[in-house]
């Protein structure tokens, strides 16, 4: 059967794509920095979690990472989703370090580093209303009932999980990323029954799949960031200098002469992150700035992207979230949280 697999969420490559599009000067703001690390270190908890859960071997077991499913005008998002035939399991993913508290009397969830504290929504109520979202989401999809247990798995191994109440039912719920095979393997053999069999598996993952809807933001309003805050061409991540110029078929730095057969892919797909998930031959000579009508289009072909309309009013499409390029470089030379 056909699965995800986790890539990087759209925000994600959205902060990666806006450093490489702001002007050297805008790139250390110490407020996007710490906002794309914050990102960063959640999806990288949730791939650590992804190679733990592929050591928790089952029967016709399915796995979904980051599923976003919608109930009417409603939606959620499970990090994890595990599917067999007796049970699905819910997994909340928290990469964070330092003593991690909670209080069942409260439902808070305190981290402490030193002598600060931050309070967090509950990850375990946080669980649960993912789990009466999923039994509505089956229901509305005419799927049969089925057990659900939900599970908030902490990925940092130097965290500290401190169960102030001593509450049995926390330290059912709220374990280490090492515990989890052992914990899935002791909850699976508590189920007997067989509520799905192969064909309805099959029937779920399609409808899972065809319900998956990956959120995207606008990341630029979101910011109240501006043309005058971005690079106008392709920007040198060699010496910081723009626009880049089109030579004997290959993009040269008039400054440094550093080259780059294929700088314009990358400025392109930072456009479709940024700015419309379209782009037309005139807006991509806007971004590239050339003035060639011919190169553009030649440019835009090669990628091999879909499109839409003939001549004029052709239009070239976005790739899919999960098509886009995974690598992270972004590029932050000066001093910055990243460098600290």
């Known amino acids: 059967m ?3 697999k986790r890539t990087k969420p759209h925000v994600l490559l959205c902060y990666e794509a806006l450093f490489r599009e702001l002007k050297p000067k805008f790139r250390n703001n110490k407020t996007l920095q710490e906002n794309y690390s914050n990102y960063l270190a959640g999806y990288r908890g949730e791939k650590y979690a992804d190679y733990t859960i592929s050591m928790y071997q089952q029967n016709s077991t399915l796995v979904y ?8 005008p409603f939606a959620f998002q499970i990090d994890s989703l595990i599917i067999s035939e007796q049970v699905i399991f819910i997994i909340e993913i928290k990469n964070m370090k330092d003593e991690l508290e909670y ?3 409260t439902h808070q969830f305190i981290q402490k580093d030193g002598n600060k504290k931050k309070g967090y929504k509950s990850p375990i109520l946080q669980a649960e209303s993912q789990k009466a979202n999923l039994q509505r989401w089956l229901q509305n999809n005419a799927m049969p009932p089925i057990p659900i247990e939900t599970l908030v798995v902490v990925s940092n191994s130097s965290a500290i999980i401190i169960n102030s109440q001593e509450d049995p039912s926390v330290f059912d719920k709220l374990i280490h990323l090492e515990v989890l095979p052992s914990k899935l393997a002791q909850l699976y053999s508590s189920y007997n029954k067989k509520y799905y069999d192969q064909n309805m598996l099959k029937l779920l993952n399609d409808k899972l799949l065809q319900g998956n809807t990956p959120l995207k933001v606008d990341l630029l309003t979101q910011l109240g960031i501006n043309d005058n805050h971005l690079v106008k061409g392709i920007v040198c991540y060699n010496c910081d ?4 110029i089109r030579e004997k078929r290959t993009w040269i730095c008039p400054k440094c002469k550093k080259t780059n057969k294929k700088a314009h892919e990358r400025k392109i797909l930072d456009y479709f992150l940024l700015h419309n ?3 037309t031959n005139q807006q991509c000579r806007k971004l590239l700035q050339i003035d060639s009508a011919r190169l553009s289009q030649l440019l835009l072909k090669s990628m091999s992207l879909k499109h839409t309309g003939e001549n004029r009013g052709r239009k070239y499409l976005s790739p899919l979230l999960d098509e886009f390029p995974q690598d992270s470089f972004i590029p932050i030379k000066q001093k910055s949280i990243f460098h600290s």
């Open 65 to 72: 990472p980051g599923l976003r499913l919608t109930n009417g």
């Open 241 to 244: 200098h723009f626009p880049l």
């Open 103 to 105: 209080d069942s009397k």
């Open 277 to 279: 998930s379209t782009i």
């Open 2 to 4: 056909n699965q995800i």
